[in-house]
C-alpha cells in the first residue's frame, strides 16, 4: 500500500490559481501512476489527470489547457496546476496511486486504483 499526503488546496477566487501537492510513500514512486481525481458535492469522482513515469499525461477533456500535472521523483512528489479556475472546479480533490509495471495504458478508472489520500478541498467563489 502507497501512502499519499496531499496539500496545496485552499480558498480562490475565479480565475486564479492553485497548486496541489501529493508525497507518496511506502512504494518505489517511479514504478506508480499516479492520478489526480475530484468529488464535488453530491457527485461522483471524477477523473482529472495521472502520469506514469516519462510517458505523455493523461487529462480530463473539459480540462485540458488549464490543468498540468507534473512528478518530481527525487522528491516523491506529484503536481497538479490549477489555472483560471472556475467555481465549478470546487470539489475535494484527490491523490491516487497504483503500481504502474505491466500497464499498457494509463487507467482512467478511478477503481483502478488501490491508494488514497485524504483529500484537500478546493473551493473556488465567483
Known amino acids: 500500500q502507497v501512502q499519499l499526503v496531499e496539500s496545496g488546496g485552499g480558498l480562490v477566487q475565479a480565475g486564479g490559481s492553485l497548486r496541489l501537492s501529493c508525497v507518496a510513500s511506502g512504494r518505489t514512486f517511479s514504478m506508480l501512476v499516479m492520478a489526480w481525481f475530484r468529488q464535488a458535492p453530491g457527485k461522483e469522482r471524477e477523473f482529472v489527470a495521472a502520469?506514469?513515469?516519462?510517458?505523455?499525461?493523461y487529462y480530463a477533456d473539459s480540462l485540458k489547457g488549464r490543468f498540468t500535472i507534473s512528478r518530481e521523483n527525487a522528491k516523491n512528489t506529484v503536481y497538479l496546476e490549477m489555472n483560471s479556475l472556475k467555481p465549478e472546479d470546487t470539489a475535494v480533490y484527490y491523490c491516487?496511486?497504483?503500481?504502474?509495471?505491466?500497464?499498457?495504458?494509463?487507467?482512467?478508472?478511478?477503481?483502478?486504483?488501490?491508494?488514497w489520500g485524504q483529500g484537500t478541498q478546493v473551493t473556488v467563489s465567483s
Open positions: 491516487a496511486a497504483r503500481d504502474g509495471r505491466g500497464l499498457s495504458t494509463i487507467p482512467l478508472d478511478r477503481r483502478s486504483y488501490d491508494s
Open positions: 502520469m506514469f513515469w516519462s510517458q505523455r499525461p
